[in-house]
C-alpha cells in the first residue's frame, strides 16, 4: 500500500542533542512538507521541498534542518539551536499534478525533551 | 499576513448538523481544504473548494465563497466517531505549494 512512513513515532531528547526525524513516501509524489504542531497552535511549516535537490524555509525554520537527496525521502533535522522543540511533527508530500494537489499525512512523530 | 479563523470548540448532539465556520484573509488563494484530525493521529483529507459553491460528499459538504473569505464545513447525522478536530486550510500560491492552517476546530458529539 502506499503512504507515508515517519520514525520514530516517539522520541525523547536531552537538551543539547540534535534528533533527525526520518519521513518516507512510496507515492510517487513530487512535493514533500515538515509541519509542526503544538497544542492549540495548528499546524505550522517548517520546511518544504517541491523537487529533489531544492528545499525552502518555512514560517518557523529557525533551529531545524532538512535534505531531499532522493524523491522518496525527506528528513528533518532538529538541532540543539531549536529551543522549545517538544511538539508533534507532520510530515506530508502532495503529487504536483493538475488539480487539488491534496497534501497526505504520515502518522506523526512525538518529540519530548527532557 | 496570513490569517485563518475558525472557533475553537463546538459541541453537539449525536444525530444532529453542525456547521464549522472558517474565515480567511490571505496573500493569494488557489484552494480551500478541510482536514479531520482525531487526537494523536494524522489529518486526514475531507474536501476541497476552489470555486464558490457546495461539494456534498456523503455525511460531509462544504461550502465556498471567495469574495466573501469564508467557508463552512457541515457535518450530518453526527456520529460519536466524529469527535474530533477539524482544520481548515488554503493555499495561497499556484501550483505544488505548502497549505496554511488554521488553529482547528475541536469538536465533541455527545448522546
Known amino acids: 500500500d502506499g503512504g507515508i512512513t515517519q520514525s520514530p513515532k516517539y522520541l525523547f531528547r536531552k537538551e543539547g542533542q540534535n534528533v533527525t526525524l526520518s519521513c518516507e513516501q512510496n507515492l510517487n509524489h513530487d512535493a514533500m512538507y515538515w509541519y509542526r504542531q503544538d497544542p492549540g497552535q495548528g499546524l505550522r511549516l517548517i520546511y518544504y521541498s517541491q523537487i529533489v535537490n531544492d528545499f525552502q524555509k518555512g514560517d518557523i525554520a529557525e533551529g531545524y534542518s532538512v535534505s531531499r537527496e532522493k524523491k522518496e525521502s525527506f528528513p528533518l533535522t532538529v538541532t540543539s539551536a531549536q529551543k522549545n522543540p517538544t511538539a508533534f511533527y507532520l510530515c506530508?508530500?502532495?503529487?504536483?499534478?493538475?488539480?487539488?494537489?491534496?497534501?497526505?499525512f504520515g502518522a506523526g512523530s512525538r518529540l519530548t525533551v527532557l | 499576513g496570513q490569517n485563518i479563523d475558525q472557533p475553537t470548540e463546538m459541541t453537539a448532539t449525536e444525530g444532529a448538523i453542525v456547521q464549522i465556520n472558517c474565515t480567511y484573509q490571505?496573500?493569494?488563494?488557489?484552494?480551500l481544504f478541510w482536514y479531520q484530525q482525531h487526537a494523536g493521529e494524522a489529518p486526514t483529507f475531507l474536501s476541497y473548494n476552489v470555486l464558490d459553491g457546495l461539494e456534498e460528499k456523503g455525511r460531509f459538504s462544504s461550502f465556498l465563497s471567495r469574495s466573501k473569505g469564508y467557508s463552512y464545513l457541515l457535518l450530518k447525522e453526527l456520529q460519536m466517531k466524529d469527535s474530533a478536530s477539524y482544520l481548515c486550510a488554503v493555499r495561497d500560491q499556484t501550483g505544488n505549494t505548502p497549505l496554511v492552517f488554521g488553529k482547528g476546530t475541536r469538536l465533541s458529539v455527545i448522546a
Open positions: 490571505t496573500s493569494g488563494f488557489n484552494g
Open positions: 506530508a508530500s502532495s503529487y504536483g499534478g493538475s488539480g487539488a494537489n491534496v497534501l497526505t
